[in-house]
């Protein structure tokens, strides 16, 4: 059972599964996201409120922690089990090829867990009470960051990266999922492609926006 | 022409290896890549030194014996060519060529460019076969096949398990391999029967040979001389999701 389980396509399929999940969550985030530009902190500040405390949420919210971790866990042994495959390098570098957003998966997701890390203790680790500041009032907590320029400049570095690793992830999953043929295949890339832009502009123009016209 | 060849020399398994350059003239470009190493061979014979050691048998492109490491290349630059297929004119006159094995934990080096690739041996004794009574063969018509299908299933046998898709892969995967090898029976009625036990036999096996996983990156596919394509991974991994 075991060699099943642990499995290299299981554990793939366990990754991909994960992996689809967050990318779900992410224009849920975006969507409450985008209440930070209106001026009345209420519509932002309720939602965020709505995410915390309602049953159904915190159901999924515990999914969603469980569905970072294992495709966190997952994706670094998977990584390092793979470098051990190759002990001995080539001396000429591998010119296959390959599109560099596949070949460089781990950094730019080592790249999101960093930002992800930063968020929680920024916003997460406050709901739950480990960082001090106030849960109710996370348009003000996520105005006062957008306005350092140093912080704005890593959203934007961590997004653009994002952007590079859903533009993979998505057609990947699909991949690891068996769902490649030659009509739906290409359908799929055109979808990730838009998702890996749209979704990862529209996180990084809401700090722009408060620069510019707030 | 003449080249400069930078060439991995390696006594045996045991020993280290390092690389070792020659400078080879009157390369002609209607020789094959493996006509141009014969003709450094005989030059190194005739002075008396070791011939580089490399796999090779029919040198028509179907048995999958010879496979090198061509310039950053597995089997040479030019797309869906073995490295006997591949003729000296697709290089100029001055090239250095860099030539080394196949890299892989489960491809360990015999003698200079040749590697053990016995791990795909164990992977296809694993599953990939039918099962069959021997005797006198069945009647042709008694199992019908559709010819689309028949056709995918050819088009996943002309593997010639060269192993050029794990030389290629950054995680050494030999999953187009094993993905080809499944393919060829679950497309067919008479591989249906045994597929579920098959796909699970041979994904065991490919674990247990020390072959790295899947990331989707294409390398195999890109490098593969019979340009066996991806669908056959998602096949593999569908027929293994089946199997349970």
């Given at each position: 059972m075991n060699k099943i389980l642990f499995s290299a396509v299981s554990k793939k399929f366990v990754m991909a599964l994960a992996g689809l999940f967050l990318l779900l969550f992410l224009p849920v985030h975006l969507g409450i996201n985008l209440m930070l530009l209106k001026e009345d902190p209420e519509p932002f500040n309720n939602a965020a409120h709505f995410m915390a405390t309602f049953p159904l949420v915190k159901v999924v919210e515990i999914v969603l922690m469980l569905a970072i971790l294992v495709h966190v866990i997952y994706g670094i042994t998977l990584q390092i089990i793979n470098w051990l495959k190759r002990p001995v390098g080539y001396a000429v570098r591998n010119k296959s090829e390959t599109s560099a957003f596949s070949r460089f998966m781990i950094w730019t997701g080592g790249a999101v867990l960093i930002f992800l890390i930063i968020h929680f203790f920024n916003f997460y680790f406050i709901k739950l009470g480990l960082v001090e500041g106030d849960p109710e009032n996370f348009y003000s907590l996520a105005w006062q960051l957008f306005n350092i320029p140093g912080y704005v400049i890593l959203y934007w570095i961590c997004f653009a990266l994002l952007g590079f690793h859903l533009f993979h992830a998505l057609q990947s999953a699909f991949q690891t999922l068996g769902l490649n043929n030659d009509f739906w295949t290409p359908v799929i890339k055109g979808l990730s492609l838009i998702y890996a832009i749209v979704v990862p502009i529209g996180f990084a123009v809401i700090p722009l926006v408060i620069w510019l016209f707030k | 022409m003449k080249l400069k060849l930078k060439i991995w020399r390696q006594k045996n398994a045991k020993t280290k290896g390092s690389f070792v350059s020659y400078d080879l003239d009157n390369v002609s470009p209607d020789m094959s890549f493996l006509e141009m190493l014969d003709a450094l061979n005989k030059r190194l014979v005739e002075a008396g030194k070791e011939p580089v050691a490399f796999d090779h048998d029919c040198r028509e492109g179907i048995c999958g014996s010879c496979g090198m490491f061509i310039n950053g290349y597995p089997h040479g630059p030019v797309p869906g060519l073995t490295t006997c297929h591949?003729?000296?004119?697709?290089f100029n006159d001055g090239d250095s060529i860099t030539i080394e094995p196949w890299r892989a934990k489960a491809f360990p080096v015999i003698k200079d460019l040749i590697v053990d690739r016995s791990a795909f041996d164990r992977i296809q004794v694993a599953g990939g076969f039918i099962s069959v009574t021997a005797g006198a063969a069945a009647e042709a018509n008694s199992v019908l096949v559709n010819k689309h299908q028949s056709d995918m299933a050819f088009d996943s046998a002309i593997c010639i398990g060269c192993g050029a898709c794990v030389a290629a892969c950054k995680n050494a995967s030999a999953m187009l391999f094993v993905s080809a090898k499944v393919s060829q029976y679950a497309l067919l009625p008479q591989g249906r029967i045994e597929a579920k036990t098959r796909v699970r036999a041979m994904i065991a096996e490919m674990d247990r040979q020390g072959f790295g996983s899947c990331s989707n990156t294409g390398a195999c596919e890109a490098q593969c001389p019979k340009q066996i394509k991806l669908t056959n991974i998602a096949r593999l991994n569908r027929e293994y999701y089946k199997a349970f």
């Amino acid at each position: 059972m075991n060699k099943i389980l642990f499995s290299a396509v299981s554990k793939k399929f366990v990754m991909a599964l994960a992996g689809l999940f967050l990318l779900l969550f992410l224009p849920v985030h975006l969507g409450i996201n985008l209440m930070l530009l209106k001026e009345d902190p209420e519509p932002f500040n309720n939602a965020a409120h709505f995410m915390a405390t309602f049953p159904l949420v915190k159901v999924v919210e515990i999914v969603l922690m469980l569905a970072i971790l294992v495709h966190v866990i997952y994706g670094i042994t998977l990584q390092i089990i793979n470098w051990l495959k190759r002990p001995v390098g080539y001396a000429v570098r591998n010119k296959s090829e390959t599109s560099a957003f596949s070949r460089f998966m781990i950094w730019t997701g080592g790249a999101v867990l960093i930002f992800l890390i930063i968020h929680f203790f920024n916003f997460y680790f406050i709901k739950l009470g480990l960082v001090e500041g106030d849960p109710e009032n996370f348009y003000s907590l996520a105005w006062q960051l957008f306005n350092i320029p140093g912080y704005v400049i890593l959203y934007w570095i961590c997004f653009a990266l994002l952007g590079f690793h859903l533009f993979h992830a998505l057609q990947s999953a699909f991949q690891t999922l068996g769902l490649n043929n030659d009509f739906w295949t290409p359908v799929i890339k055109g979808l990730s492609l838009i998702y890996a832009i749209v979704v990862p502009i529209g996180f990084a123009v809401i700090p722009l926006v408060i620069w510019l016209f707030k | 022409m003449k080249l400069k060849l930078k060439i991995w020399r390696q006594k045996n398994a045991k020993t280290k290896g390092s690389f070792v350059s020659y400078d080879l003239d009157n390369v002609s470009p209607d020789m094959s890549f493996l006509e141009m190493l014969d003709a450094l061979n005989k030059r190194l014979v005739e002075a008396g030194k070791e011939p580089v050691a490399f796999d090779h048998d029919c040198r028509e492109g179907i048995c999958g014996s010879c496979g090198m490491f061509i310039n950053g290349y597995p089997h040479g630059p030019v797309p869906g060519l073995t490295t006997c297929h591949l003729a000296m004119r697709y290089f100029n006159d001055g090239d250095s060529i860099t030539i080394e094995p196949w890299r892989a934990k489960a491809f360990p080096v015999i003698k200079d460019l040749i590697v053990d690739r016995s791990a795909f041996d164990r992977i296809q004794v694993a599953g990939g076969f039918i099962s069959v009574t021997a005797g006198a063969a069945a009647e042709a018509n008694s199992v019908l096949v559709n010819k689309h299908q028949s056709d995918m299933a050819f088009d996943s046998a002309i593997c010639i398990g060269c192993g050029a898709c794990v030389a290629a892969c950054k995680n050494a995967s030999a999953m187009l391999f094993v993905s080809a090898k499944v393919s060829q029976y679950a497309l067919l009625p008479q591989g249906r029967i045994e597929a579920k036990t098959r796909v699970r036999a041979m994904i065991a096996e490919m674990d247990r040979q020390g072959f790295g996983s899947c990331s989707n990156t294409g390398a195999c596919e890109a490098q593969c001389p019979k340009q066996i394509k991806l669908t056959n991974i998602a096949r593999l991994n569908r027929e293994y999701y089946k199997a349970f």
